[in-house]
């Protein structure tokens, strides 16, 4: 199934991709909380997400200790206080954890789709973690390349590049190759230009938006910033590699952010679900998913619960945004019917009679950066009653995001 939806959507590259209307940030402040901050439309609007539950292994951090990363194949953030290492769930619960017995990681970021975490560090090292075992293994270093000056305050991943961005404590931005034979080789620079040079304000975490090709850097207060860094691609190695548009200020946190995380878009719904009156009992058919909707990463999966059982479904996979028409059912259709024409994927339900209808399609976006944006919808259809009649579901209406 996830290679239909995979060999379907590359079909349609050329098609273009559409914008999103929000930006949102996770920031992380290296030991007590995690907020969700909202860039675009409301500049630099915060709520607390969740504070690690007890007992907290994270301890409070100096500068310029600390940093985080979104893991876009498990739907968690991996974050160091800068010492211990861990992956944790929307809620702050520790899924697994890394202790090194000392302060020393400044920056992290995370490769979702090669399942790496990188981490700079005071000892003037990028190490390249993978993701397995207990929590993480086989770590492997490479010196901090040049013209970057210890410590890297900030590190970010560009997954379409395979590249690694880091900030140091002067404003100096550097891109570089992740850790091979070479070691980490440069790629190019470019300098932080807002606040002023000079200005106070040291960088104390980045991320990466790689569809949009916008950095985000939180600088110290004073000022205290979200800086968004327009990233352009350079034309000789040397060539800077990025330009500061716009900042706003760090939203009134209890505590300053250390490292910033990317949130993707979150799906949206269209209807309810609903059977017709010659169906009993009464359903409510429901639409979910499991995942993210990121492009390149495994994970994301539509799913169905609530439906009539035992009986037959199918879910239709439009290749655009939802809409709602009237086609004389039981409630409207708001899954994109094309053109394209989309792909139909059909399932079983068994399971006792009644309620009890559930189904799962695993669906694997391809690893492209021309379906940033790309809409797509999704609900469930199926047949209850005698005579035969169809049942829908609410839909599910998301876009397709950077890994």
Avoid at 72 to 77: E, F, G, H, Q
């Amino acid at each position: 199934m996830a290679r239909r939806f995979r060999t379907s959507v590359a079909a349609l590259l050329l098609l273009g991709a559409s914008s999103w209307a929000q930006v949102n940030l996770w920031s992380w402040d290296g030991g007590t909380q995690v907020d969700l901050i909202n860039v675009v439309p409301a500049p630099c609007a915060a709520r607390n997400v969740c504070t690690p539950p007890a007992p907290n292994p994270f301890v409070g951090h100096p500068f310029p200790f600390g940093g985080a990363d979104y893991d876009s194949a498990t739907d968690t953030l991996w974050v160091t206080d800068g010492m211990t290492i861990a992956n944790i769930d929307r809620n702050c619960r520790i899924r697994c954890s890394q202790n090194v017995g000392a302060m020393v990681f400044t920056g992290l970021a995370v490769d979702s789709v090669r399942r790496r975490v990188y981490t700079a560090d005071t000892n003037g090292f990028i190490t390249m973690w993978t993701i397995g075992g207990a929590c993480l293994t086989l770590p492997v270093r490479c010196p901090i390349p040049n013209p970057l000056v210890p410590p890297v305050t900030g590190l970010a991943y560009d997954a379409f590049a395979d590249e690694i961005f880091g900030v140091d404590a002067l404003g100096l931005i550097v891109k570089f190759s992740p850790i091979g034979p070479a070691g980490c080789m440069f790629r190019c620079e470019a300098r932080i230009q807002c606040p002023a040079p000079g200005a106070a304000g040291r960088p104390t975490g980045m991320t990466y938006d790689s569809c949009a090709r916008v950095l985000y850097i939180v600088t110290e207060p004073p000022p205290g910033s979200i800086l968004p860094v327009v990233v352009t691609q350079p034309l000789t190695p040397a060539a800077p590699c990025g330009l500061t548009r716009s900042c706003c200020a760090v939203p009134n946190t209890s505590s300053q952010p250390t490292g910033l995380a990317i949130r993707p878009q979150q799906p949206g719904n269209c209807g309810s679900g609903c059977v017709p009156s010659v169906c009993s009992p009464a359903c409510t058919p429901a639409i979910g998913y499991t995942g993210q909707p990121t492009i390149g990463t495994i994970g994301f999966s539509i799913t169905l619960s609530g439906a009539p059982s035992p009986g037959s479904a199918w879910l239709f996979l439009g290749f655009g945004p939802c809409t709602s028409l009237n086609l004389g059912l039981c409630g409207p259709v708001c899954v994109f019917l094309g053109p394209p024409s989309p792909l139909i994927f059909p399932v079983a339900l068994g399971g006792p009679a009644g309620c009890n209808g559930a189904a799962s399609i695993p669906l694997s976006p391809p690893f492209s950066p021309l379906l940033c944006g790309f809409p797509l919808s999704a609900q469930w259809v199926g047949t209850c009653g005698s005579p035969a009649a169809l049942w829908l579901s609410n839909a599910l209406c998301f876009v397709l995001t950077g890994p």
